[in-house]
């Protein structure tokens, strides 16, 4: 027996130091890929000198980065190069001339909080295991409300504008036809819904996954800028259907273009429609008294939406769907009364436990990056990056008006510029005959110049075609770490990459 018990003695020993080493190896190679991710990304990838990408097509790439999953693990040092690799090949997004999509930059004390975030691991659905992320977020979310214009509401952190958008748009069904939670659309008469041509395509996506159907999303037409035209919207409405949704943009995709709110406001109160206003792209000039007035009648919303990991920088994903119902009407459309999360008695107010207003059950603490970068830097912050951005925005343009070889698409009111490079074969022609019909081959000029940016690696800017428009350029000004110098070296990049055509 006493051999026996020396034998298990010495095995726990064993497997005790087995998990201490294992432990401190986990530590260690933590610690050595952080100074990996600060030295290539961080460092590095901010450094305007530095490659935006490395760009491999995608057979090199799998080459080079061995996905293949094994039957055994790695060694210490082949992990810090799969690290290291990740970061090399990957785009950086946090480069000053990464200009490709309506977030870019980075915030440190933003990525402080999503460090942070990731480290604690917890889900945001009760006070029992997020007492302090439950409390952030109605704080976060009160905050931004009072932006809107809203003394009282309600509101919830969503895994995007799109799931944003989509939340909005089952709390009006709900609101409109609140049977529709246990009877289905059986219950339901046929519903329509109303975004502009250039409103954001998630508004077919919620249609087609709540069941509405996207023949029931009717497109209103906008005017040259990229407004909804209200006359259009007023003669939409006389459809075979009930008009219960309409979606506003403020801040589209492509122009960045405003649509007149308060007009459309007048619209929804006079045919008893819930208006919704997707606000992810614009929503920050709240921020700025000087530019605020493009969301004038925002506060005549039923919701809106609100992405602060773009104009904001607080990094993917941080997206907001705010209500100025008083009702509980999210809590109503969403909850399931799940007894194992949400039992009622409980030794603390259980009206903190949010998680029911959600679709989801586990959700992520997207609240914190917020939180920690507002506390940095204040509200007069960012004010001041907004008003940053608008101000290299008017300088791209104005310097763009000065050399032949720009064309903008339209001047916007925002920090979108729009714009076609014309070729030298093309310049000052004009008033010649066959203008209008070369003019039409410009749209074959951006995709070469945007392969020519990619694999040069200096930058990375975003093309489309748009209502007619051959293949234009957006520019999107967002990166606090920008200057006059990065908006001279753009125009000059791209007048170099197309200098041949």
């Given at each position: ?7 298990e003695?010495?095995e726990?020993?064993k497997?005790k ?18 100074n990996?991710?600060?030295?290539e ?9 530095e ?40 785009v ?6 990464f ?20 480290t ?10 997020a ?52 009877q ?48 259009d ?35 929804s109160?006079r ?11 614009g ?51 969403h ?9 009622q ?10 998680g029911?207003?959600?679709?989801q059950?586990g ?75 070369s ?42 770490q920008?200057?006059?110098?990065d ?15």
């Amino acid at each position: 027996n006493k051999m026996q018990n020396n034998r298990e003695q010495n095995e726990a020993k064993k497997i005790k130091n087995k998990k201490i080493v294992v432990l401190h190896n986990g530590k260690l190679f933590l610690t050595e890929a952080f100074n990996v991710i600060m030295e290539e990304i961080l460092h590095k990838g901010t450094d305007s000198e530095e490659k935006v990408c490395e760009w491999k097509d995608p057979d090199q790439l799998r080459a080079l980065l061995d996905l293949d999953l094994r039957e055994h693990g790695e060694s210490h040092k082949q992990l810090l190069q799969r690290v290291r690799d990740v970061a090399r090949y990957s785009v950086k997004t946090c480069h000053p001339r990464f200009f490709n999509q309506l977030f870019a930059g980075v915030d440190y004390h933003a990525l402080t909080g999503r460090l942070l975030t990731e480290t604690l691991n917890t889900s945001q659905y009760t006070y029992e295991v997020a007492p302090v992320f439950v409390l952030m977020e109605e704080e976060v979310l009160c905050k931004l409300r009072s932006l809107v214009g809203w003394s009282e509401g309600d509101g919830i952190f969503c895994p995007g504008g799109s799931m944003s958008n989509m939340y909005a748009m089952n709390v009006a069904r709900y609101w409109a036809f609140p049977q529709v939670k246990t009877q289905g659309l059986w219950a339901t008469p046929r519903m329509a819904i109303f975004t502009s041509q250039q409103g954001h395509y998630s508004m077919k996506k919620a249609a087609a996954f709540l069941g509405i159907g996207t023949d029931n999303v009717f497109i209103v037409q906008v005017d040259e800028s990229g407004s909804m035209r209200p006359e259009d919207l007023e003669a939409k409405i006389v459809q075979d259907a009930v008009p219960f949704f309409v979606n506003a943009t403020a801040g589209t995709t492509v122009q960045g273009a405003f649509d007149p709110l308060n007009r459309i406001a007048d619209i929804s109160e006079r045919n008893g429609m819930w208006m919704h206003v997707d606000a992810a792209w614009g929503g920050s000039v709240l921020f700025s008294k000087k530019h605020k007035h493009l969301v004038a009648g925002i506060e005549r919303a039923n919701s809106v939406t609100w992405n602060p990991h773009k104009m904001l920088l607080a990094g993917l994903q941080c997206s907001v769907v705010l209500f100025r119902d008083t009702t509980n009407l999210l809590m109503h459309c969403h909850s399931a009364k799940a007894t194992y999360l949400f039992q009622q008695d409980k030794f603390y107010d259980t009206s903190l436990d949010t998680g029911d207003k959600s679709i989801q059950c586990g959700r992520k603490v997207d609240c914190l990056k917020l939180w920690l970068m507002w506390k940095a830097i204040g509200t007069h912050g960012l004010s001041e990056r907004v008003e940053k951005a608008f101000a290299l925005a008017r300088y791209l343009v104005e310097e763009m008006e000065k050399r032949d070889n720009f064309k903008l698409v339209c001047k916007g009111p925002f920090v979108n510029v729009c714009f076609w490079f014309i070729p030298p074969s093309l310049r000052r022609k004009e008033n010649s005959a066959d203008y209008q019909e070369s003019l039409s081959k410009v749209g074959s000029v951006a995709p070469v110049i945007k392969e020519r940016m990619i694999k040069r690696g200096t930058m990375m800017v975003g093309y489309q075609p748009m209502d007619g428009h051959v293949n234009f350029f957006r520019m999107v000004v967002v990166s606090p770490q920008l200057t006059t110098k990065d908006m001279d070296f753009f125009l000059d990049e791209i007048e170099d990459l197309g200098k041949d055509l």
